[in-house]
């Protein structure tokens, strides 16, 4: 069994021992060191070297994202984010995640069992990321090697396509990645709906962030929203998001709280519904993300005529929901996260 080593910062002592306790009878998360501000946070992380940082965001003398900064900047490694639950807890997440944390959990406000079934979600991801995210060396040499491959084709050689709706999906590391592809689109593009995994309040946060960077309007999807173009559509956290008809428009059924393949909002339910409404009209796209979310909705929709884009395994945070699709045959092409906007610009047709 792979021990991971982590540092915890927090300003609570009773979280840090607690938070410790618990991770150390899990046994596979040995917490090495706990720093009561950002700025132990960044004199640990020099000195340990560990496998993953995990911070909070407000905290004394440096706070989280001061601190986060200056580790991203002088000794980068996988920082995962503690955050409340509150609006301007969110909004601080979202900018730790621009910044590069790969990932984040809600602060457990409750008691003992309310921090174990936290837990078990930290360990799950946790083990993921550095295990199989970009910054595990093992990882990034597999990824030069996937089991299937796929020619590289210039942005230019895509095909022009008469495309309606674009629809992405993404997860652990897709809040990075959407900054890198939805401020990059022009104002006429086609309407686009969006899953990211996220809790409620977070999405709102991330949707208002992305709308003050971008040409395109970005915000949550309402229940009974026409498709317009120029507007992007993301799924609200906790609610299930799928495009319908009415009439001659199209239109958002946003509702329903029940986890699909453990997802609220989940990429399968939206990628399904697009499949039931569109054929060669619609774009896919699957950025990063762990596990397989998207991979039967995608197969779907391809089946019908879609054209996909996944990310690349070398741009990826975690190459997991991307490959998924991509080893399930429901990708046309793969890109680096640089060059989707450009893709979807030339395919769509857009400029």
């Given at each position: 069994?792979?021990?991971?080593?982590?540092?915890?910062?927090?300003?609570?002592?009773?979280?840090?021992?607690?938070?410790?306790?618990?991770?150390?009878?899990?046994?596979?998360?040995?917490?090495?060191?706990?720093?009561?501000?950002?700025?132990?946070?960044?004199?640990?992380?020099?000195?340990?070297?560990?496998?993953?940082?995990?911070?909070?965001?407000?905290?004394?003398?440096?706070?989280?994202?001061?601190?986060?900064?200056?580790?991203?900047?002088?000794?980068?490694?996988?920082?995962?984010?503690?955050?409340?639950?509150?609006?301007?807890?969110?909004?601080?997440?979202?900018?730790?995640?621009?910044?590069?944390?790969?990932?984040?959990?809600?602060?457990?406000?409750?008691?003992?069992?309310?921090?174990?079934?936290?837990?078990?979600?930290?360990?799950?991801?946790?083990?993921?990321?550095?295990?199989?995210?970009?910054?595990?060396?093992?990882?990034?040499?597999?990824?030069?090697?996937?089991?299937?491959?796929?020619?590289?084709?210039?942005?230019?050689?895509?095909?022009?396509?008469?495309?309606?709706?674009?629809?992405?999906?993404?997860?652990?590391?897709?809040?990075?990645?959407?900054?890198?592809?939805?401020?990059?689109?022009?104002?006429?593009?086609?309407?686009?709906?969006?899953?990211?995994?996220?809790?409620?309040?977070?999405?709102?946060?991330?949707?208002?962030?992305?709308?003050?960077?971008?040409?395109?309007?970005?915000?949550?999807?309402?229940?009974?929203?026409?498709?317009?173009?120029?507007?992007?559509?993301?799924?609200?956290?906790?609610?299930?998001?799928?495009?319908?008809?009415r009439s001659r428009d199209v239109v958002l059924s946003v509702?329903?709280?029940?986890?699909?393949?453990?997802?609220?909002?989940?990429?399968?339910?939206?990628?399904?519904?697009?499949?039931?409404?569109?054929?060669?009209?619609?774009?896919?796209?699957?950025?990063?993300?762990?596990?397989?979310?998207?991979?039967?909705?995608?197969?779907?929709?391809?089946?019908?005529?879609?054209?996909?884009?996944?990310?690349?395994?070398?741009?990826?945070?975690?190459?997991?929901?991307?490959?998924?699709?991509?080893?399930?045959?429901?990708?046309?092409?793969?890109?680096?996260?640089?060059?989707?906007?450009?893709?979807?610009?030339?395919?769509?047709?857009?400029?």
């Amino acid at each position: 069994m792979v021990i991971i080593r982590a540092v915890i910062a927090d300003d609570s002592a009773l979280l840090r021992d607690a938070l410790t306790d618990v991770l150390h009878k899990q046994g596979e998360i040995r917490v090495i060191a706990a720093a009561q501000n950002g700025k132990e946070a960044v004199e640990f992380v020099k000195m340990h070297k560990p496998d993953i940082l995990i911070l909070d965001c407000e905290m004394p003398v440096m706070n989280g994202l001061e601190a986060l900064k200056k580790i991203m900047e002088e000794c980068p490694l996988p920082v995962f984010m503690f955050s409340s639950l509150t609006r301007e807890g969110a909004a601080v997440t979202i900018k730790a995640l621009e910044l590069g944390a790969v990932d984040f959990l809600t602060k457990p406000t409750g008691g003992m069992h309310q921090l174990e079934s936290v837990t078990v979600e930290l360990i799950r991801k946790v083990k993921f990321i550095v295990l199989k995210s970009k910054f595990s060396s093992l990882t990034k040499a597999l990824n030069r090697k996937p089991e299937k491959t796929v020619k590289e084709v210039p942005v230019n050689q895509l095909p022009r396509l008469n495309v309606e709706v674009i629809a992405i999906g993404s997860s652990t590391g897709g809040v990075q990645a959407g900054l890198e592809v939805i401020p990059k689109l022009p104002k006429n593009t086609q309407p686009i709906v969006w899953v990211q995994h996220m809790p409620p309040n977070f999405t709102k946060s991330y949707a208002e962030r992305l709308c003050t960077l971008s040409q395109v309007e970005v915000r949550e999807g309402r229940d009974g929203d026409i498709l317009r173009q120029g507007v992007c559509y993301l799924a609200p956290g906790g609610f299930q998001m799928r495009v319908g008809k009415r009439s001659r428009d199209v239109v958002l059924s946003v509702g329903g709280e029940d986890k699909v393949g453990g997802h609220c909002p989940s990429c399968n339910v939206l990628f399904n519904s697009v499949a039931q409404l569109y054929t060669n009209n619609a774009l896919g796209v699957i950025l990063t993300g762990m596990g397989s979310d998207g991979t039967d909705g995608l197969t779907n929709m391809h089946n019908k005529g879609a054209y996909v884009i996944g990310q690349n395994p070398e741009s990826c945070v975690v190459y997991g929901m991307p490959k998924a699709a991509f080893d399930a045959g429901a990708v046309d092409v793969q890109l680096d996260i640089k060059l989707i906007a450009e893709g979807i610009k030339h395919i769509s047709g857009i400029y």
